[in-house]
């Protein structure tokens, strides 16, 4: 099993940066695929950002979002820079055996789910 961990969020202005962290324990999750979804109020969880052996960015956050791994440190990372009002949501990171990119941008792929963590941005 494998438990995920987010951390990182918070109320930030728009334009402003956030750092989000997903701390796995139970298993090294060097071999999985891992993502970061969103859910915002009244709306279903979409795809943010993903990384496998590539990285993958929904159109939404592309420049703006960067998201990156460090295997020893059994984590992963969501660099937000240049956060709008709409990028409000909860973030979940989720771990899985994903690989390619149809796999990697939907959820179903994906086994493990942290528990969340709110990112607020206010205009």
């Known amino acids: 099993q494998v438990q995920l961990v987010e951390s990182g969020g918070g109320l930030v202005q728009a334009g402003g940066s956030l750092r989000l962290s997903c701390a796995a324990s139970g298993r090294t999750v060097g071999n999985y695929g891992m993502g970061w979804f969103r859910q915002a109020p009244g709306k279903e969880r979409e795809f943010v950002a993903a990384?496998?052996?590539?990285?993958y960015y929904a159109d939404s956050v592309k420049g703006r979002f960067t998201i990156s791994r460090d295997n020893a440190k059994n984590t992963m990372y969501l660099q937000m820079n240049s956060l709008k009002p709409e990028d409000t949501a909860v973030y979940y990171c989720a771990a899985g055996r994903v690989f390619s990119i149809v796999q990697a941008t939907g959820a179903n792929g994906y086994n493990y789910w942290g528990q969340g963590t709110q990112v607020t941005v206010s205009s």
């Open positions: 990384i496998t052996w590539s990285t």
